[in-house]
């Protein structure tokens, strides 16, 4: 097709430069590759009347997504992208029933998308179906924020594939943080070749999109000759005198917005005519303001009454509204006089696909100079008027609504109803996991009412659930003294995570078992003693007592099967508990038996292609790898990964979190390049959302540098293993046991490298905190006997390494060497060592080199296991069997060294 197929003819004043090069731009995304334009200058400068201009321009056969730069009360998370999709539909007025006919009416027509049809509408704020709720209510609620991101992505990424997309971002500088990180997102992800990104801003946006190509448009003041034609134009005249024109430009200054308003205020006041084609100033100018306010303001006194009035309960209700709830207030107004205002530049106007008008004012500038001026007293009517009516359409909307409403009631001097409806908000943003608009509405509340337990309950779990456990734990005191049972109930609960969360386990436990008896003999007993049960399990499965942890499971699943039946979610929740923790008992057939009956119940609940789903194809994986089964084990970790991948898009968290625990597979199977390859992906992912100083980051580089250890690279071990350290040091408590592991890995890799006192530091660090807990930290500690062994044996402080030699001994008394084959062969080695150290007779040491072969045999898939047949082909060697030793190389030498990975 041909460019005039495609674009139509300017309609645009003042900008045709900059509007030629967005419709090139439109052309170069349809037929090269992704663009990214960014749009910046001051207030006023033409930023939102340019891209409009564009989008009007634009042949209806291109989709469209564009927000307009809504300031919200308490920058709600995820409003921009909220007001992004629903521009995108037309369907800004979310009170209307026809905003979910058109929703479902989309999604029937592109069936392929339509599993993101739930998370659209709860994301929106549309009414759900019965189905569609009970399937939402069985989400995590930090899943459903999840997967609507995930669902957006791949919403946005068909209908590039079905269409060419422009993605407009007006007024980026208002957006919420939450949405200007998922416009980065992306931008920087690969895009489809179809799309088009432009975005405003009144900042300057190189910073937020630094590394990304892009074409960056700064719109500075209007020149003479611009301004020259724009007065011709929109006076419909041929010339302009020259004094007029050097008046308007010097007071302007090159702003569109204050040069529209001034001359249709010099035009208005008689100043400014029309003589013989030719615009000309009349009358002297002194008096004339030379500030915008004062301008607007001169020539809203000049309209009417009525006019005036539909200015000021404009300003009152905000940013857009729709044309019936500006009647429905001021019953005077009708269609003429919303025109006129359009046509002299106070309002905007569009029709939305449901055919009902929605009205702005045409400028933030315009809305702040008419609000600021509006008496108090009349502020404070309006602002409730306001209030009463949006209260009407209040019920089962989203939390947005009751946000603006309790804000209207607070500008109105009614507090009580500011707190009521804010404490509801409060409960619907952390049902919708915005934990930031959550811990913006509490804390407002509590500056009105600083003893209210209901906001001091929310902002705990606010905090609890952002993880900021000091700032919980204050509050939760104030809970817990409440006279309400059901509040200090929940208060215990919630401290007993927190207790959980910080490491103070011992207080988990008194508290909880405080708990238990308090709630003995209730009515509703049996419920509360459910989330006891399953708390406790939690708690002693974080300490280790896996044995513990499966009784309190167990009595969990039965009362479960009682309250809920044999195949309700929660019931299926219960099997999927207990199928990890027989996996870490090491009872895998039971294991395999209840995931498999977890997977079975909630497949029936919620379908194949559900983030539930990917996580027990995930236990399965992990369990076939605990087994040594990497083959299946890969199977199963990927078909996780592969459904997170329709369900999330390909950079959302959760799939970071897949390619880490598929790098480890990868790791096992000694397959070291794959390994890598899948880190290094989950670490670009990770950082986007979280940046460096983060625990997945963390572990990201603390496996990468595992795995340049298990290939030989020793120094690029030592440089990410530290980096894992370094940001571990500034997040965790120093006996942490994340700490004690980096510990621990970079002493075996400076062993490696013969750093024997940097070794033996880090090992005897590591040693000394897992000797505080023995039971649980049995082969932690046999492990680092056994490295501290081989260090003094390397370094050849023999007395030493007899010391740690006699230590290890003792921990593997009663212990099968057919279940722990790699332990024993590295206790075994070092016997050898040490006894040729000694210089014992070749015959006891040809006895031991035997067992050495044949557990090496025995042992399936280890990460070291070429250093293993290295030290094995060195025995053999040493006791004269040269061809045992040759099978030993051959098998060792087939591991290639990994080059450094970029």
Request: hydrophobic share 35%.
């Amino acid at each position: 097709m041909k460019k005039k197929e495609y674009i139509s003819k300017s309609i645009l004043i003042g900008r045709d430069r900059e509007l030629t090069f967005l419709k090139n731009a439109v052309l170069k995304s349809e037929f090269e590759k992704s663009h990214l334009i960014t749009i910046s200058g001051m207030e006023g400068m033409g930023k939102s009347y340019l891209v409009q201009s564009f989008l009007s321009e634009l042949k209806p056969s291109y989709s469209k997504l564009f927000t307009a730069g809504i300031r919200n009360f308490e920058k709600e998370k995820y409003y921009g992208l909220r007001n992004l999709l629903r521009s995108f539909w037309n369907i800004n007025d979310i009170s209307t029933s026809d905003s979910s006919e058109i929703i479902e009416e989309y999604f029937r027509k592109n069936l392929i998308i339509s599993f993101t049809k739930p998370y659209i509408k709860w994301f929106l704020g549309i009414p759900l179906t019965e189905r569609e709720q009970v399937f939402l209510d069985n989400l995590k609620q930090k899943d459903k924020q999840d997967l609507t991101e995930g669902g957006i992505l791949n919403l946005i990424n068909y209908i590039a594939n079905e269409t060419s997309l422009v993605i407009c971002i007006d007024g980026y500088h208002w957006l919420d943080f939450q949405t200007k990180n998922f416009i980065e997102l992306l931008a920087k992800v690969k895009r489809n070749k179809n799309i088009l990104i432009i975005i405003t801003s009144r900042d300057d946006l190189e910073n937020d999109f630094q590394k990304l190509e892009k074409h960056q448009l700064n719109l500075g003041p209007l020149t003479s000759s611009e301004i020259k034609t724009w007065l011709t134009r929109h006076f419909k005249c041929s010339t302009v005198k020259k004094e007029v024109l050097s008046f308007l430009v010097k007071r302007s200054e090159g702003n569109p917005l204050f040069l529209l308003h001034l001359s249709e205020y010099l035009h208005e006041k008689g100043a400014l005519e029309i003589e013989n084609n030719s615009i000309i100033l009349k009358g002297k100018t002194e008096s004339i303001p030379d500030d915008i306010s004062k301008v607007i303001l001169r020539r809203i006194r000049l309209l009417p009454k009525s006019q005036q009035q539909i200015l000021t309960i404009s300003a009152i209700i905000g940013n857009e509204f729709n044309l019936d709830f500006l009647q429905q207030l001021n019953p005077c107004c009708d269609t003429f006089e919303i025109e006129t205002l359009i046509k002299k530049g106070f309002l905007d106007s569009k029709i939305m696909r449901t055919e009902k008008i929605h009205i702005s004012l045409q400028h933030p500038i315009i809305k702040n100079i008419i609000y600021k001026n509006i008496p108090a007293k009349l502020k404070k009517e309006n602002h409730n008027r306001v209030a009463e009516l949006l209260e009407k359409e209040l019920h089962e909307k989203h939390s947005e609504l009751y946000d603006i409403t309790a804000m209207h009631y607070m500008e109105a001097g009614r507090i009580k109803e500011f707190l009521r409806l804010s404490l509801i908000s409060g409960k619907r943003k952390l049902i919708e996991f915005n934990l930031t608009g959550a811990e913006n509405i509490y804390s407002a509340i509590l500056k009105f009412s600083k003893k209210n337990p209901d906001a001091h309950y929310g902002l705990c779990e606010t905090f609890y659930k952002q993880g900021k456990y000091d700032s919980a734990l204050k509050l939760v005191n104030k809970i817990i003294y409440h006279t309400d049972k059901e509040m200090v109930f929940s208060g215990k609960l919630l401290k007993v995570n927190i207790f959980i969360k910080t490491g103070k386990y011992r207080f988990a436990e008194k508290l909880l078992t405080e708990i238990e008896k308090e709630v003995a003999g209730e009515k509703d007993y049996r419920e509360k003693l459910l989330k006891i049960l399953d708390t406790k399990g939690d708690l002693e499965r974080i300490l280790g007592k896996y044995t513990a942890a499966e009784e309190y499971f167990l009595d969990s699943l039965k009362l479960k099967i009682i309250l809920f039946g044999e195949n309700d979610l929660e019931t299926g929740e219960g099997y999927q508990n207990l199928g990890v923790i027989y996996r870490n008992l090491g009872k895998f057939k039971e294991s395999e038996e209840f995931l498999n009956k977890s997977l079975k119940i909630k497949r029936v609940n919620l379908g194949e292609k559900h983030p539930e789903i990917a996580s027990i194809y995930h236990n399965l994986g992990t369990l076939y790898w605990n087994q040594g089964d990497f083959n299946k084990a890969k199977e199963f970790l990927e078909k996780s990964l592969d459904l997170k991948r329709v369900i999330y898009g390909e950079t959302h968290q959760s799939i970071a979190a897949g390619y880490l625990n598929t790098g480890v597979i990868f790791w096992n199977m000694r397959e070291f390049e794959s390994a890598l390859t899948y880190y290094f992906r989950a670490l670009e992912i990770w950082k986007k959302f979280f940046g460096e100083l983060h625990p997945n980051i963390a572990a990201c580089y603390y496996n990468i540098g595992l795995t340049y250890l298990s290939s030989g690279l020793y120094s690029d071990a030592e440089e990410n293993i530290n980096k894992a350290l370094k940001i571990s040091s500034r997040i965790l408590k120093k006996d942490h046991p994340e700490i004690i592991k980096l510990h621990q890995a970079i002493g075996v890799v400076n062993l490696n490298m013969h750093k024997f006192k940097a070794a033996e530091k880090n090992l005897k660090k590591a040693l000394d905190i897992y000797k505080k807990d023995p039971e649980k930290n049995f082969w932690k500690i046999f492990d680092n006997t056994l490295s501290l062994c081989s260090l003094y044996i390397e370094s050849g402080n023999i007395k030493k390494a007899e010391i740690m030699y006699r230590d290890s001994e003792k921990y593997l008394k009663e212990k099968d060497p057919e279940q722990y084959p790699a332990f024993f062969f590295r206790f075994y080695y070092l016997t050898f060592l040490l006894k040729k150290n000694a210089g014992v007779d070749i015959e006891e040491l040809k006895s031991i080199a035997s067992k050495i072969f044949n557990l090496i045999e025995k042992i399936k898939g280890h990460p070291f296991l070429y250093d293993f047949y290295k030290n094995a082909a060195a025995v053999a060697l040493f006791v004269n069997e040269p061809e045992i030793a040759k099978k030993f190389l051959n098998k060792g030498t087939s591991n290639v060294l990994l080059q450094k990975h970029k």
